[in-house]
């Protein structure tokens, strides 16, 4: 709080409503922009960071989540984009919807919002901070590509190991109940996978801010809503001429993933396909000719010496 309290220093005369606290950051700080001046005047009137940045967080992260699942959810209903569904047979019904936004609702309530509440008093320990002005958008566009490569590097070795037997039958199948992904099943997960995988998404940021001391919640919360796009959009089934793997091949994107739910093996990252490149983990048509075109090549040799 301190931080923001010296932005508007000796001006702050704590109005009872918002919108009194956000005219009085408004009068005496007009060198910030107004995402700035909102978010100022938000912890001002909480008067509590802990609570602020939970009511704060939990309520982007269902806006985003549910905001962005909406629009692959119209597409299903759509014959046109049939021809740019993976697996074109198998069309979510309203039912399975249903069943599965009821699910992830409760893990969010239950699983997920204990987690945020958590999130700012670690991250602040460390030495995150939540004051205005925000960082530049050079300096959060590179600490949020630093977190996607952490991140897709804790999901390739967590996500390969609940595919061992037993991890897999008592943890990670209930994901798989769908075969064909649709974007809503992104989250649809088992209260310890949720716990095991959302490490990677909040963990990457707060073992950054302790090394480095160099954090900004916004750019945490910026940072979240590029994974809840690639998490959605990689479960959404679909795969259009202008998808990121197309323009980055080393993305992974629906493409990857819906080979993954289809074939229950291999595809093991989230956002890149370096690991399972490098690994040998890539699954589907593609990846197995080429593991065929290795082995013929190695005989050919061995034939040769």
Not at 14 to 42: M, Q
Not at 72 to 92: E, S, T
Not at 260 to 274: A, K
Request: hydrophobic residues 45%; glycine residues 6%; charged residues 15%.
């Amino acid at each position: 709080m301190a931080s923001i309290n010296a932005t508007i220093a000796g001006a702050f005369t704590h109005p009872d409503t918002f919108s009194g606290v956000l005219e009085e950051v408004t009068k005496y700080n007009v060198h910030l922009n107004i995402v700035e001046r909102l978010w100022a005047a938000w912890y001002l009137w909480m008067q509590n960071d802990t609570l602020a940045t939970g009511i704060m967080s939990f309520v982007m992260h269902e806006v985003i989540y549910f905001g962005r699942s909406l629009p692959w959810m119209i597409i299903d209903r759509i014959p046109y984009f049939r021809k740019y569904k993976l697996q074109n047979q198998k069309i979510p019904t309203l039912k399975e919807q249903w069943e599965c936004a009821s699910l992830v609702l409760l893990s969010h309530f239950t699983v997920e919002l204990p987690q945020i509440w958590l999130f700012h008093p670690i991250a602040t320990y460390f030495g995150m901070d939540y004051g205005v002005p925000f960082p530049s958008l050079g300096k959060m566009a590179f600490q949020i590509a630093v977190f996607f490569v952490m991140e897709d590097t804790w999901h390739y070795w967590f996500h390969r190991a609940l595919h061992y037997g037993p991890l897999y039958k008592m943890i990670h199948k209930l994901h798989h109940t769908y075969s064909a992904p649709f974007g809503l099943a992104a989250e649809y997960a088992s209260p310890i996978e949720v716990m095991l995988l959302a490490l990677g998404t909040v963990g990457s940021p707060i073992l950054w801010v302790s090394l480095t001391g160099d954090l900004h919640l916004f750019t945490m919360y910026m940072w979240i809503v590029g994974r809840l796009f690639q998490a959605i959009d990689s479960h959404s089934g679909y795969d259009f001429p202008w998808s990121l793997h197309h323009f980055l091949p080393f993305w992974a994107g629906a493409h990857h993933h819906d080979v993954h739910h289809e074939r229950f093996i291999g595809n093991y990252s989230s956002s890149f396909r370096w690991w399972d490149l490098l690994l040998d983990t890539e699954s589907g048509p593609e990846a197995a000719k080429k593991r065929r075109e290795r082995k013929l090549a190695a005989l050919k040799a061995k034939k040769v010496n």
